[in-house]
């Protein structure tokens, strides 16, 4: 008896390897792409807003590149961005690098930049104001001076293949400096967003807490190291005005969104100006609101935590 069934596991599991040999045989010969998708808008929304925040990441990178430098990496640092500029463009920069550089590396010579703001306009195209702060000498031993623009910088961009050098896939095909002022414009707390469209805000603080009443329309991504970076993304069903707020240790900044406009902030550097001094407490213990991190843990772990 024992031996029958032996024999019969035996040719059984025989049976099935050569089932299962056929099929991967048949696959093998036959691919055929097979896709499995959850919910197709879904994906199409997030393919677009991975798409948008690299070509955030990709002008903050070439701004900071092209605005910041020295005198002893000035031809290294600009000639560099070549690979990230259409031929014409690249060709003119080198130009232009060529002719000043001379002149740049026998000066002591510095320029530090941060973007203030950033925007999307109608016709696709950016327009960003960047803070430039110059410290210069005729001579390298001689008494420094310095001095502060802010430049206005419109850009337009077209797609590539991807390099070790352009990881992005994109170019800068058109760059304009429009003008350069010693004094900028007071930022608003008004901000115009796009939905689906991330838009990034750098706060001059660590946050600390945030009120959003709109959570299930608007969603929020923080990084906090000494200071915060707050990513939106509006979803669909968000009011043409929303708003929220964000509170630091000694501030709290509190904005107005507007959807549906021509013009997308994508960067905002909100300056400290901006925030309204906090109330110090008076003492007296009282439950504490959960912050943002609060329900980070709770949403990751899986658990609620006590006030």
Not at 31 to 59: H, N, W, Y
Not at 142 to 161: F, M, R, V, W
Not at 199 to 206: E, I, S
Request: proline residues 3%.
């Amino acid at each position: 008896m024992k031996v029958k069934v032996l024999s019969a596991l035996l040719l059984f599991t025989f049976l099935w390897a050569v089932f299962v040999s056929y099929k991967y045989w048949q696959i093998k010969n036959n691919p055929r792409v097979v896709a499995i998708t959850m919910d197709a808008a879904k994906g199409v929304l997030q393919k677009s807003q991975v798409g948008e925040m690299e070509k955030l990441t990709f002008l903050r990178q070439f701004l900071d590149r092209y605005y910041n430098y020295d005198s002893n990496n000035f031809w290294q640092s600009q000639t560099s961005l070549t690979s990230l500029m259409i031929g014409s463009l690249a060709d003119n920069r080198v130009r232009e690098v060529s002719r000043l550089r001379e002149k740049i590396q026998q000066k002591n010579l510095s320029h530090l930049s941060r973007i203030v703001t950033l925007q999307q306009q109608k016709d696709g195209s950016y327009k960003a104001t960047t803070h430039l702060q110059i410290t210069e000498a005729a001579a390298k031993n001689d008494e420094t001076t310095k001095s502060q623009l802010y430049i206005t910088t419109s850009l337009k961009l077209q797609n590539t293949e991807r390099t070790l050098e352009n990881p992005w896939g994109l170019l800068v095909s058109e760059m304009k400096i429009e003008n350069s002022a010693t004094q900028n414009l007071a930022l608003s707390p008004r901000i115009q967003v796009s939905i689906g469209a991330p838009t990034v805000l750098l706060f001059p603080c660590a946050i600390e807490n945030i009120e959003n009443p709109f959570e299930k329309n608007l969603n929020m991504k923080i990084t906090t190291l000494n200071v915060s970076e707050l990513q939106l993304t509006p979803q669909k069903g968000l009011p043409e005005q929303a708003s929220f707020s964000a509170t630091c240790r000694d501030e709290e900044y509190k904005f107005e969104l507007r959807a549906g406009g021509e013009v997308q902030d994508l960067y905002i550097s909100v300056p400290k100006e901006l925030g309204i001094l906090r109330k110090k407490d008076s003492g007296l213990s009282r439950p504490r609101k959960k912050d943002v991190y609060d329900k980070t843990i709770e949403n990751v772990l899986g658990i609620q935590l006590e006030n």
